[in-house]
């Protein structure tokens, strides 16, 4: 696969209530980041924890 391509990121809308993203905020400016680079961030270790999880769980 094209390096650049595998690297391109996709631009999705995303509808957080006014809580919720008041609450990412906070801990994105906790983390030094923005907004989208936590949410980015959270996205990705969670999937990297079901792809761990799901490979423990195929080990005999």
């Not at 390096?3 to 631009?11: D, L, P, S």
């Not at 030094?32 to 761990?52: A, D, H, M, P, W």
């Amino acid at each position: 696969m094209d390096k650049k391509k595998e690297n391109a990121k996709k631009q999705i809308p995303l509808r957080l209530s006014s809580s919720l993203y008041d609450e990412l905020a906070a801990w994105a400016e906790d983390d030094f980041r923005s907004v989208n680079g936590q949410i980015e961030y959270l996205l990705t270790e969670c999937v990297r924890k079901r792809r761990r999880s799901k490979n423990q769980s195929k080990t005999p």
